[in-house]
């Protein structure tokens, strides 16, 4: 029997539309795997374990060796900044990075603030405009910061629009597209290199295809 891969995904939206892809590109996964409430599945019958793990915890995961592969977004990895290799360009859950704030409103010309989970995206990003802010690191409901006054602006990520529009705030530049991303352990590469390959091919042929479709 084949030795088990493991796989490090995110719970929520990009777990969901990768389980879709798996299973587009023949991969035998369970009716009750979508459902499942466990942190750690096993597949056997493909030899693979599953780590549901937080979005921002997979790089680390797959880093570390626990995971052999994982599944990110490109805003953690750009935020994560860890030493992992990407292998594959899933084109899923896309969305993107932005700066927000109040409409009509202008940065603080003393000490502007930036409110945002990605410190160290936003950082690199006002750095490289040559604009010196601080940056506070928030780690959920970010649009709250400027319509209390904690910041002139906000880094976050952008799907439809919809969360900005309805706490009365607007997009004032776009930052990166994001989609997500198949990433390995170094190691694990080279230890598994036929077995990943073959699923970064198997999955590459269903990402070529529902591409062309799109």
């Given amino acids: ?6 796989i490090a995904m995110p719970k929520g939206r990009i777990f969901n539309e990768a389980v879709e892809l798996l299973r587009k590109a ?18 056997e019958e493909e030899a693979l374990r599953f780590i549901l793990a937080k979005p921002m915890d997979v790089p680390t995961y797959v880093e570390h060796g626990v995971a052999d592969i994982g599944i990110a977004g490109k805003d953690v990895m750009l935020e994560e900044e860890r030493d992992v290799y990407e292998l594959l ?17 202008k940065m603080s010309d003393i ?12 950082s690199s990003y006002f750095r490289e405009k040559g604009e010196q802010v601080e940056i506070i690191k928030l780690n959920g409901s970010i649009e709250l910061a400027p319509l209390i006054g904690l910041a002139d ?9 919809r969360t900005l529009k309805e706490n009365g705030l607007v997009e004032y530049e776009q930052i990166i597209n994001i989609s997500s991303r198949l990433i390995a352990n170094p190691v694990s590469y080279r230890m598994n290199d036929s077995r990943i390959n073959e699923l970064v091919k198997r999955l590459s042929n269903v990402v070529d295809l529902v591409d062309v479709k799109g």
Avoid: Q, W
């Fill in 111 to 122: 000490a502007p603030k930036v409110a945002t989970k990605y410190p160290n995206v936003a």
């Fill in 1 to 6: 029997m084949s030795e088990i891969i493991t």
């Fill in 26 to 43: 023949d991969y035998r996964l369970p009716p009750e795997f979508d459902d499942s409430r466990k942190l750690i599945i096993d597949v």
């Fill in 153 to 161: 602006r906000i880094v976050d990520i952008v799907s439809t629009g």
């Fill in 89 to 105: 360009d899933l084109k899923i859950s896309h969305c993107y990075l932005a700066v927000a704030g109040l409409p009509n409103s």
